[in-house]
């Protein structure tokens, strides 16, 4: 019996963020709730952050369940200990068993890739020799520990081996579990907060480019990949005119991210046999003062928002309107009007059909 049977349930469901888990836990109260805190430019990560630090708690509690049983057996020799999971890697099955058996090396899959080079068996003489060096290091520093974790009937015995080993392997587990978390959450958000705002603006969602376009029609569609594989979040048509939008839940700690995005400029395109003049919007988190993207962005004709203040809605509708040469009462509201206004449009939005 391979590892991955061992370890707890818990934790073999919090390896991967799911939209539907997301939701199950929320609700679709909690999910309208979100999005309108983030229209009126609240922070995303003020409701994602906590749900992400249950799973990661969660996790921990599941992997000392683990070291508590089987794995308990093999940590007296690293040696032992590294052979043991290596040989239940070679023989699992599946991803996740898989991943359980990398983060008890203190690899991630991405890890794997680029550190083992697919030589996991010169790996495992390297993190042998890495862990026994450091319990010595730490030994010296700190002191010698003893002493026993008791969970009900079982106990593990310490020392600086058995906390390295764990440490290691839920270092491994967090960056997992974070950066799935952050890829559900920024993609399944950042369609939600387009197909919402965009509908309040009177733009009707279809699932793709459509074959052909009207000049009368307000259209939009999300996460599409052009004939350049040049990803765009959202496109919105109306008149013979068409809008790029880039949204990313980005901060000041990612700028070379937001720079990136300026790159992905066209003027000109082709959108159901029409050719349609083309303008661009990006909308981040927060943007560091010093900057140089608003300066970068006007350069080429576009236009940066920043989620972060109160009213980025009415200024984006603003923008739209008059790319588009429409209106909208969004352009008219003040910013203590804004969430009477969401209140009343987004109970009106089935918003599945932006996540499906």
């Given at each position: 019996?391979?590892?991955?049977?061992?370890?707890?349930?818990?934790?073999?469901?919090?390896?991967?963020?799911?939209?539907?888990?997301?939701?199950?836990?929320?609700?679709?109260?909690?999910?309208?709730?979100?999005?309108?805190?983030?229209?009126?430019?609240?922070?995303?990560?003020?409701?994602?952050?906590?749900?992400?630090?249950?799973?990661?708690?969660?996790?921990?509690?599941?992997?000392?369940?683990?070291?508590?049983?089987?794995?308990?057996?093999?940590?007296?020799?690293?040696?032992?200990?590294?052979?043991?999971?290596?040989?239940?890697?070679?023989?699992?099955?599946?991803?996740?068993?898989?991943?359980?058996?990398?983060?008890?090396?203190?690899?991630?899959?991405?890890?794997?890739?680029?550190?083992?080079?697919?030589?996991?068996?010169?790996?495992?003489?390297?993190?042998?020799?890495?862990?026994?060096?450091?319990?010595?290091?730490l030994e010296k520093e700190y002191g010698p520990v003893s002493g026993?974790?008791?969970?009900?009937?079982?106990?593990?015995?310490?020392?600086?081996?058995?906390?390295?080993?764990?440490?290691?392997?839920?270092?491994?587990?967090?960056?997992?579990?974070?950066?799935?978390?952050?890829?559900?959450?920024?993609?399944?958000?950042?369609k939600l907060i387009l197909g919402s705002l965009l509908t309040i603006?009177?733009?009707?969602?279809?699932?793709?480019?459509?074959?052909?376009?009207?000049?009368?029609?307000?259209?939009?569609?999300?996460?599409?990949?052009?004939?350049?594989?040049?990803?765009?979040?959202?496109?919105?048509?109306?008149?013979?005119?068409?809008?790029?939008?880039?949204?990313?839940?980005?901060?000041?700690?990612?700028?070379?991210?937001?720079?990136?995005?300026?790159?992905?400029?066209?003027?000109?395109?082709?959108?159901?046999?029409?050719?349609?003049?083309?303008?661009?919007?990006?909308?981040?988190?927060?943007?560091?003062?010093?900057?140089?993207?608003?300066?970068?962005?006007?350069?080429?004709?576009?236009?940066?928002?920043?989620?972060?203040?109160?009213?980025?809605?009415?200024?984006?509708?603003?923008?739209?309107?008059?790319?588009?040469?429409?209106?909208?009462?969004?352009?008219?509201?003040?910013?203590?009007?804004?969430?009477?206004?969401?209140?009343?449009?987004?109970?009106?939005?089935?918003?599945?059909?932006?996540?499906?």
């Open positions: 019996m391979g590892i991955f049977e061992d370890y707890n349930s818990s934790g073999k469901r919090n390896m991967s963020a799911t939209r539907t888990d997301f939701i199950r836990q929320v609700g679709a109260e909690g999910i309208r709730g979100i999005v309108k805190e983030v229209l009126l430019g609240g922070n995303i990560r003020d409701f994602t952050e906590f749900i992400t630090q249950k799973r990661l708690i969660e996790s921990y509690a599941a992997l000392l369940d683990l070291y508590m049983g089987r794995i308990g057996n093999h940590v007296d020799s690293v040696e032992e200990y590294a052979g043991c999971v290596l040989n239940d890697y070679m023989e699992a099955r599946g991803r996740d068993p898989k991943t359980l058996d990398l983060w008890l090396l203190g690899l991630t899959r991405k890890g794997f890739d680029n550190i083992t080079r697919d030589n996991i068996q010169d790996y495992k003489y390297s993190f042998t020799a890495s862990v026994e060096d450091i319990s010595e290091g026993t974790i008791e969970v009900g009937a079982r106990k593990l015995s310490l020392n600086w081996t058995v906390l390295s080993l764990l440490f290691t392997a839920a270092g491994a587990q967090t960056l997992t579990i974070r950066g799935s978390a952050k890829s559900m959450n920024g993609k399944m958000f950042e603006m009177g733009f009707t969602y279809v699932s793709g480019p459509p074959e052909d376009v009207s000049k009368s029609q307000k259209l939009f569609w999300l996460s599409n990949m052009d004939e350049n594989e040049r990803e765009t979040d959202a496109t919105v048509v109306c008149g013979g005119k068409a809008v790029s939008i880039d949204i990313g839940f980005i901060g000041k700690g990612n700028p070379e991210i937001t720079l990136d995005k300026v790159t992905r400029f066209v003027r000109y395109k082709e959108i159901g046999r029409m050719a349609h003049d083309m303008a661009t919007i990006i909308i981040v988190d927060t943007v560091s003062e010093n900057s140089d993207l608003f300066h970068k962005v006007r350069q080429v004709g576009g236009h940066v928002l920043q989620m972060k203040h109160r009213d980025w809605t009415i200024a984006f509708a603003k923008i739209l309107c008059e790319i588009m040469q429409i209106s909208h009462e969004l352009t008219e509201l003040e910013e203590n009007e804004l969430e009477a206004c969401f209140d009343r449009y987004l109970p009106q939005i089935d918003m599945q059909e932006f996540v499906v």
